[in-house]
């Protein structure tokens, strides 16, 4: 494959290396900036000795490869905020705290939310980002980005995941470089006065206006949400149901900022400022202007990874275009790739720029061999196929990652891409007519109202799809191992394809053994050889687990509905390698190796003859005297889960703490698990 054999291709790739080492081993800040000095100073020798020699020798490019993954962990470094002596983690006890709103965030049913960041703390100059909690009241109202607060409550950590089946928003925050978070409500913060303005702060104000301009032309609250989403970068107003029918419709991605979007802007814009050329220096003008128009959009939008992937990739065209140079698309888009994790290392582990540059990859690799199959020289055929091909090669491409992350599978979504896409042009053209219209407050009703029912009838027909839930497959397992092996297949059948060689056959061949390689280790590896027993972290219920090799038995005390929609219940019945789930309702003594655990639920029953159990489990709040329970019991652990009041919590953790008795809640400290012969 000619793309590998590209210096940008390797230097990306060593670029990416160094950026994972660094990220999943704790080097040091100066250890990763002598090892790049040594590396480079070591290649730029290399370099001087290559000159003189007529042979050339393939030491040089070993040695610059090294310089360039040891200047990915460099990168890794400096990007990481702990890294810097102002970053408020080196301050032992944070009394106040001065923060300016960076970003708004989706708000709950009882927070606001934001991304704040750090100013001042303890009233000395400190940086960093912390999540901020601001209760929902009658006198508190949305906070705009570059608002100025002033506190002195404390910060806390941002809880891990409580169960297996959980989503860990610590590590996504921490991906973030938000490491604490704040909760905030009336009366425990003030503002500043005078704060400091940001792009960022201009940006949003623009996005409030014509947020506030096409609330007042009468947009519904779902229409008004998807357009917002779709020019403007912003899925905050999306509401939760309307989100999964663009998901299990396979249409997600047309709610988030692309390629395909920022194409169609640079059509427009190129359609517009096509009389410059006529000019002298017009074109130059019209390439600075461009380019000012594509980043300008970038910052409006928020500067998603997604949009900043197709500005960065399109601003890569047309450069080459303007120096006449030919633009290999796949050049292009690995050039993109490395000077955005140049800039934004943790783009890397973005979900949403994994699948945008997975499905750029497949569109441009795999997208020409469907035409070998087929290649109709009628425009409705040759259109028609496009599209399709288009819409395969691109789930192709996404396919193992959305399985490993979502485990789901639209069936359907070639029908909502073929009828959704072809209009796009047309539905992004006219919103953005709409917004520049509403922002100078000169939007016809007629037209509001047009567009306002073209948002609603495509909000409608994907509706329509995602209500055939026969046709959205769930719960399909997939785990890293597993998906690597299917990319290599994927690859080298693609590889085979373009140049059907014999050694590109025997490849292709040998990707099959390489993926049921992959399979095997990750059986091999996840097989159930333990016996546990697990106490997951579930609000106002308790689901408990007792796994027995390759056999689940669950206890709860759900009805059937709560429990067919709960996500552990779920987890445990999807596990790969068990055979044999079965169900049953809550005990009260359970046998753990040689000893017991005991559960204490409402009706506060302990005092059971020749009964010393190991571990307690409180549940449903029981009403007991805590230090009695603790002296006739004496008990090695007490757990409690997420069916207590909270008050009862706080009770039973300074008492326990008091006996020296370890405590474990579980929506603190996540689920409890014992492992058993």
């Known amino acids: 494959m000619k793309w590998l054999n590209f210096t940008i291709t390797k230097l990306t790739f060593s670029i990416i290396l160094g950026i994972l080492i660094a990220y999943y081993n704790e080097i040091s800040w100066v250890t990763s900036c002598l090892i790049f000095c040594g590396l480079f100073l070591t290649s730029f020798v290399f370099f001087w000795i290559a ?26 470094n400096f990007h990481e905020e702990k890294n810097h002596a102002s970053h408020y983690s080196h301050i032992d006890t944070i009394e106040s705290t001065e923060f300016r709103i960076h970003e708004v965030l989706k708000s709950n049913s009882y927070y606001h939310k934001y991304i704040g960041e750090v100013l001042r703390a303890n009233d000395a100059a400190a ?28 910060l806390s950590t941002v809880t891990s995941a409580l169960n297996p089946t ?50 007042a032309a009468n947009f519904q609250t779902d229409e008004l949400a998807v357009i917002e989403a779709l020019l403007l970068g912003q899925r905050q107003h999306i509401s939760k149901e309307l989100h999964n029918n663009y998901a299990n419709a396979g249409a997600i991605h047309i709610l988030a900022i692309s390629g395909l979007h920022v194409g169609i802007l ?30 300008s959009f970038a910052f409006v939008s928020g500067l998603s990874a997604s949009v ?9 065209i047309v450069v080459a275009t303007y120096f006449r140079r030919q633009a290999n698309t796949l050049q292009v888009l690995t050039v993109s790739m490395f000077f955005l994790l140049l800039c934004k290392p943790h783009f890397l582990f973005d979900v949403g720029f994994q699948l945008s540059y997975a499905a750029v990859f497949s569109i441009v690799c795999l997208q020409p061999l469907w035409k070998k199959l087929w290649n109709p020289t009628s425009f409705l055929g040759s259109s028609f196929w496009g599209l399709l091909t288009v819409s395969l090669s691109a789930q192709l491409g996404v396919l193992p990652l959305s399985l490993y992350y979502f485990h789901q599978f639209p069936g359907l979504f070639f029908v909502a891409n073929l009828t959704i896409i072809p209009v796009l042009g047309i539905i992004l053209t006219l919103g953005m007519l709409v917004i520049v219209l509403a922002y100078f407050q000169l939007l016809p009703e007629f037209l509001s109202i ?26 399909i397992p997939m785990r890293f191992l597993q998906m690597i092996g299917c990319y290599i297949v994927l690859i080298a059948f693609a590889q085979y394809i373009h140049l059907p060689k014999r050694k590109n056959l025997q490849f292709a061949l040998l990707s099959i053994l390489l993926c049921q390689g992959c399979w095997f280790l990750d059986r091999f590896q996840e097989f159930p050889t333990k016996n546990t027993f697990a106490i997951f972290h579930q609000n106002k219920a308790t689901i408990l687990a007792k796994q027995q090799g390759t056999n689940v038995q669950l206890f709860h005390n759900l009805n059937d509905s709560a429990a067919a929609k709960n996500y552990n219940i779920q987890f445990q019945k999807q596990k790969d390698f068990i055979d044999r789930v079965t169900q049953d309702s809550l005990q009260n003594v359970y046998a753990i190796n040689d000893s017991y655990l005991l559960r204490i639920d409402s009706l506060g029953i302990y005092q059971i ?18 230090d009695r329970l603790i002296q006739t019991l004496q008990p090695e652990n007490i757990i409690a889960d997420g069916s207590n009041y909270k008050s009862y919590i706080k009770r039973w953790k300074k008492a326990s703490e008091k006996q020296k008795i370890p405590f474990h809640y579980t929506g603190k400290k996540g689920f409890f698990s014992i492992s058993f012969f």
């Open 308 to 316: 900043v992937r197709a500005v960065t990739m399109f601003t890569a």
């Open 609 to 626: 003859p020749n009964l010393k159990p190991k571990y307690i489990l409180l549940s449903n709040s029981p009403k007991i005297n805590f």
């Open 51 to 76: 000159r003189k020699q007529f042979i050339q020798t393939v030491y040089f490019g070993i040695v610059a490869l090294l310089t360039t993954i040891s200047l990915g962990m460099v990168i890794e």
């Open 450 to 475: 047009c567009f306002n029912d073209i948002i609603l009838l495509m909000n409608g027909f994907v509706s329509w799809i995602a209500s055939h839930e026969q046709f959205v497959l769930t719960n």
């Open 166 to 215: 959980s989503f860990d928003y610590k590590a996504y925050l921490n991906d973030r470089y938000v490491y604490m978070q704040l909760y905030l409500k009336t009366g425990e913060f003030i503002h500043g006065t005078n704060p400091p303005k940001t792009v960022y702060g201009y940006a949003a104000r623009l996005r409030n206006t014509i947020h506030n301009r096409l609330v």
């Open 266 to 295: 640079m059509l427009i814009i190129q359609f517009v400022l096509r009389p410059l050329q006529r000019f002298r220096y017009g074109k130059s003008l019209k390439v600075v202007l461009m380019l000012a128009i594509l980043w």
């Open 127 to 154: 940086s960093g980002k912390i999540l901020v909690h601001i209760r929902k009241d009658s006198l508190t109202k949305t906070f705009p980005v570059d608002t100025v607060l002033y506190t002195k409550q404390s």
